[in-house]
């Protein structure tokens, strides 16, 4: 299990345990995070489940994927930070890690 910070855009900070190997998307969808919906199912195939990765951790991800980088394309409020939560997977490495949710996504 990897702590994950979940920050919706209002500051409301949610810390979820997201089983190792599990997708951020469905730990947020499992736990009812506001702001991410993942319509798709975890597919990348709709970027309702978009988050800003805090800085401090982008540098620890693995490499974004083309289809991801597509899909991002879809979002207003993409930044440099921009991850699609279901692409990122809960690991030992990834404890603590730090995710907001857009303002568009609430």
């Given at each position: 299990?990897?702590?994950?910070?979940?920050?919706?855009?209002d500051?409301?900070?949610r810390d979820i345990e997201v089983e190792n190997g599990t997708n951020?998307?469905?730990g947020a969808v499992d736990n009812?995070?506001?702001g991410i919906d993942g319509d798709c199912g975890g597919a990348c195939a709709c970027a309702t489940c978009h988050v800003h990765v805090d800085p401090s951790w982008v540098n620890k991800l693995p490499p974004m994927e083309e289809l991801e980088d597509t899909m991002l394309g879809l979002v207003d409020s993409?930044?440099?930070y921009s991850r699609l939560s279901c692409q990122?997977?809960?690991s030992p490495e990834l404890e603590?890690?730090?995710?907001?949710t857009?303002?568009?996504q609430h």
């Open positions: 299990m990897a702590k994950i910070i979940y920050v919706a855009f500051g409301v900070s951020l998307m469905d009812m995070v506001p993409r930044d440099e990122l997977k809960a603590g890690l730090i995710v907001n857009p303002h568009g």
